[in-house]
């Protein structure tokens, strides 16, 4: 095989049938600027590498690949009938000695990598979104922006030392399969609740997962993958400290509310005592009129899930409104209005409350104009 | 601009394609599943028919991967028909699947060279099937499939197969035949009795009459309406229409059936054989005599005198009798099948290695 030629063969960026080769001295490509259309097609082809052989023996049954060679400045290009394809390797072929005219063959391989389109799944957000969290925090949430594939949680999402950028191990609890919700757009992470519940084997053996008064950061990689295989646009790092253990039920009664006026468009605001679990939080808090009827209209959670807003729809009226809180709602340590989620037990404060309903009850102010 | 056969110039929007048939001198017709819809193309396609020629091609497939510039585990060819006037042999080719796959049409010529009938600025006309099943209906057919190129392999009993599980959207059109002005069309539709044959008039007029369709599955021992024809030829002068579906009944429709829309019942003649989807047909005339072929996934090529269809009483009963006689046939791996010209009968065949070849025979020796 004669490889006197350097060329160089280049997938284009943005044209999925474009090859390029390039690497031609200034005799050669003036020689080639000479050939008619049907000459240059017919001296080089393009061909399945793994078609090289019977094709160079002649063998009728392989043909080279639809499509044609022009000359671009110093460059030829091929373009493809057909789009070339991921992992296939392909070779191009001289059949003619450009400069002697002596028949001769010679070929040059690529392999198309396993290319995809642009990433375009994002990361909406790592919860809780403040920057502290207990120590006893027992889960988080990763929000994306389309539909994931499952399977790249374990290795994909981290707590690391936000000084070194050292993995801390073992912080999550192994799940399989992995937490998902229906449209496959956030991810719940648990951590091991054994090494949470104080009086556990695995608490007792190896202590909490994070350590208080650290810095950790969460760490989602891009390679985490969507549901179509493409990587996602960018990975992300979240940073936080870790402060006391929480080990209090919720309580409604320590919220502070503000009421909206009558006949306008203001929001029912609710200030928590402590930032609360940020999925639980979408559907926890429901307002109700007099009537027995929910208020519809657009709820939101701030930055650090400290607060609770709902905007309505219709205009607030002339009612008694009640707010009814999910039992369940819980804080970032797991406890709810009914238990505190790492009990004393001979703190009777911490029993279960059997009470299941908890709602708060309000009327709208006049409004002052 | 558009003559009297309706067509217009212009690029085809083809997203897949499946079974062709031709139609009248130089069109063909191309069924697009994923877009459930029929195109009459107009190819250039001038040969000589006075002269009856012979057709022997080896590795076609890999003749096709490397012209489409994929391994030939990427090559699916998807239907095969004949140009009456050329005897050049038309293919639909998907290569690649799913978001890389790309639809070709290939014109293999009788010394068995390659070529790609344009799909920009070509002559057609497009009919879309409006009964078709939706791409979000999950209904699915199994396909059983000799070698290994697609699908997964499941097991019956004690039997292994290799299956596909197709959706009825991807089965709309199953096969086709063009017969008097009308484009015959059977395949799947989206009502309950999914199994249906449509007639479209050429040039296409924007509708067709559907009748749904109901046979004695011999090897199921009931009647069925939902799975739909996988193969069908006319024969007897064209008075009767002979139809072969999975697990493999062949049934007998009289055309005269298919006259309004609405039910049609057929009779079935033949039980071929369970654990099988047939995959090729083709009618052919020697000594005054008429016959089919029916090519199968899991049994031989096997061969039915036209006469014994017509003297055959209907079968309805399960599994016993098995109806009209056969004759198992040598030829190795038959995939598709279509009459080359008056003499002879085109095959596709994979042989022992895996390779697909293209084979014309006699119909003397058949």
């Given at each position: 095989m004669n490889l006197r030629r350097q060329l160089l063969l280049d997938w284009s960026v943005d044209q999925s049938n474009l090859l390029t080769i390039r690497g031609w001295t200034g005799k050669e490509i003036?020689?080639?600027?000479?050939?008619?259309?049907?000459?240059?097609?017919?001296?080089?082809?393009?061909?399945?590498?793994?078609?090289?052989?019977?094709?160079?023996?002649?063998?009728?049954?392989?043909?080279?690949?639809?499509?044609?060679?022009?000359?671009?400045?110093?460059?030829?290009?091929?373009?493809?009938?057909?789009?070339?394809?991921?992992?296939?390797?392909?070779?191009?072929?001289?059949?003619?000695?450009?400069?002697?005219?002596?028949?001769?063959?010679?070929?040059?391989?690529?392999?198309?990598?396993?290319?995809?389109?642009?990433?375009?799944?994002?990361?909406?957000?790592?919860?809780?979104?403040?920057?502290?969290?207990?120590?006893?925090?027992?889960?988080?949430?990763?929000?994306?922006?389309?539909?994931?594939?499952?399977?790249?949680?374990?290795?994909?999402?981290?707590?690391?030392?936000a000084s070194t950028s050292q993995v801390i191990p073992d912080v999550f609890l192994p799940m399989d399969p992995e937490l998902w919700d229906e449209s496959r757009t956030r991810l719940t992470l648990l951590l091991d609740p054994g090494r949470i519940k104080r009086g556990l084997v695995p608490n007792m053996e190896t202590g909490y997962p994070l350590n208080e008064g650290v810095s950790v950061a969460v760490t989602v990689d891009k390679t985490f993958q969507d549901s179509t295989g493409r990587n996602l646009v960018d990975g992300i790092q979240k940073e936080f400290n870790v402060g006391k253990a929480l080990r209090l039920k919720v309580n409604h009664i320590f919220w502070k509310y503000t009421i909206p006026s009558i006949d306008s468009f203001e929001p029912f605001s609710i200030n928590f005592d402590r930032p609360l679990d940020r999925g639980l939080l979408e559907n926890s808090l429901k307002i109700v009129d007099s009537q027995g009827q929910y208020v519809q209209g657009e709820s939101f959670v701030d930055i650090g899930e400290h607060s609770w807003h709902l905007i309505p729809k219709y205009k607030w009226i002339t009612s008694d409104y009640q707010l009814i809180i999910n039992p369940l709602l819980e804080d970032l340590a797991g406890n709810s209005l009914i238990r505190v989620f790492d009990r004393d037990v001979e703190n009777s404060n911490d029993d279960p409350i059997e009470n299941n309903e908890f709602s708060y009850t309000f009327k709208c102010v006049e409004n002052s104009s | 601009m558009t003559d009297d056969l309706g067509l217009n110039a212009g690029s085809l929007d083809i997203k897949s394609v499946g079974?062709?048939?031709?139609?009248?001198?130089?069109?063909?017709?191309?069924?697009?599943?994923?877009?459930?819809?029929?195109?009459?193309?107009?190819?250039?396609?001038?040969?000589?028919?006075?002269?009856?020629?012979?057709?022997?091609?080896?590795?076609?497939?890999?003749?096709?991967?490397?012209?489409?510039?994929?391994?030939?585990?990427?090559?699916?060819?998807?239907?095969?028909?004949?140009?009456?006037?050329?005897?050049?042999?038309?293919?639909?080719?998907?290569?690649?699947?799913?978001?890389?796959?790309?639809?070709?049409?290939?014109?293999?010529?009788?010394?068995?060279?390659?070529?790609?009938?344009?799909?920009?600025?070509?002559?057609?006309?497009?009919?879309?099937?409006?009964?078709?099943?939706?791409?979000?209906?999950?209904?699915?057919?199994?396909?059983?499939?000799?070698?290994?190129?697609?699908?997964?392999?499941?097991?019956?009993?004690?039997?292994?197969?290799?299956?596909?599980?197709?959706?009825?959207?991807?089965?709309?059109?199953?096969?086709?035949?063009?017969?008097?002005?009308?484009?015959?069309?059977?395949?799947?539709?989206?009502?309950?009795?999914?199994?249906?044959?449509?007639?479209?008039?050429?040039?296409?007029?924007?509708?067709?009459?559907?009748?749904?369709?109901?046979?004695?599955?011999?090897?199921?021992?009931?009647?069925?309406?939902?799975?739909?024809?996988?193969?069908?030829?006319?024969?007897?002068?064209?008075?009767?229409?002979?139809?072969?579906?999975?697990?493999?009944?062949?049934?007998?429709?009289?055309?005269?059936?298919?006259?309004?829309?609405?039910?049609?019942?057929?009779?079935?003649?033949?039980?071929?054989?369970?654990?099988?989807?047939?995959?090729?047909?083709?009618?052919?005339?020697?000594?005054?005599?008429?016959?089919?072929?029916?090519?199968?996934?899991?049994?031989?090529?096997?061969?039915?005198?036209?006469?014994?269809?017509?003297?055959q009483d209907e079968l309805t009963e399960p599994k016993e009798p098995l109806g009209v006689k056969r004759e198992n046939l040598p030829h190795e791996g038959v995939l598709q099948m279509d009459n080359l010209n008056g003499s002879e009968v085109i095959m596709l065949q994979e042989d022992s290695s895996g390779n697909f070849n293209l084979r014309s025979y006699s119909t003397a020796t058949l």
């Open positions: 003036n020689h080639i600027r000479g050939l008619s259309d049907s000459e240059l097609n017919s001296s080089f082809s393009l061909l399945l590498t793994e078609f090289i052989e019977p094709f160079l023996h002649g063998d009728d049954s392989v043909q080279p690949i639809s499509g044609s060679f022009q000359i671009e400045g110093d460059s030829i290009n091929f373009i493809s009938r057909f789009n070339f394809m991921s992992g296939v390797n392909y070779s191009f072929v001289i059949k003619e000695d450009v400069e002697n005219k002596q028949f001769e063959t010679e070929f040059w391989s690529i392999e198309r990598p396993l290319m995809r389109s642009a990433p375009s799944t994002s990361i909406l957000g790592v919860y809780p979104s403040g920057s502290e969290i207990p120590l006893n925090l027992l889960k988080i949430y990763v929000y994306f922006s389309s539909k994931m594939s499952e399977g790249f949680a374990a290795r994909n999402v981290q707590f690391r030392d | 079974p062709i048939a031709f139609g009248p001198p130089g069109i063909l017709f191309v069924a697009d599943n994923a877009n459930a819809s029929i195109f009459a193309i107009e190819v250039d396609d001038s040969g000589d028919a006075s002269q009856e020629h012979s057709v022997k091609v080896d590795k076609l497939d890999t003749l096709i991967a490397s012209h489409l510039g994929c391994p030939r585990s990427e090559v699916f060819i998807r239907g095969m028909a004949v140009s009456p006037s050329s005897q050049q042999t038309y293919l639909s080719v998907m290569r690649g699947s799913g978001d890389e796959g790309s639809s070709a049409i290939l014109r293999i010529g009788v010394a068995g060279t390659i070529s790609e009938l344009s799909l920009d600025n070509v002559r057609f006309s497009k009919e879309t099937i409006s009964d078709a099943a939706d791409s979000s209906d999950e209904r699915k057919e199994v396909r059983l499939l000799r070698g290994e190129r697609e699908g997964e392999d499941v097991y019956f009993g004690q039997n292994k197969y290799r299956v596909v599980y197709d959706k009825y959207r991807t089965i709309t059109v199953t096969d086709m035949s063009f017969v008097d002005g009308t484009l015959l069309v059977a395949g799947a539709s989206n009502e309950e009795f999914s199994s249906t044959f449509r007639r479209l008039e050429f040039p296409f007029k924007g509708s067709s009459k559907n009748n749904s369709l109901e046979i004695y599955h011999v090897s199921h021992g009931k009647y069925e309406t939902a799975s739909p024809i996988r193969n069908f030829r006319l024969y007897n002068q064209k008075k009767n229409v002979v139809a072969s579906y999975t697990c493999t009944p062949v049934v007998n429709f009289s055309v005269d059936d298919f006259t309004s829309d609405g039910h049609v019942k057929g009779k079935t003649v033949a039980e071929l054989g369970s654990g099988n989807t047939p995959l090729g047909m083709v009618s052919y005339l020697h000594d005054g005599e008429e016959y089919i072929l029916v090519s199968n996934s899991h049994y031989p090529l096997m061969k039915i005198a036209c006469k014994d269809i017509n003297s």
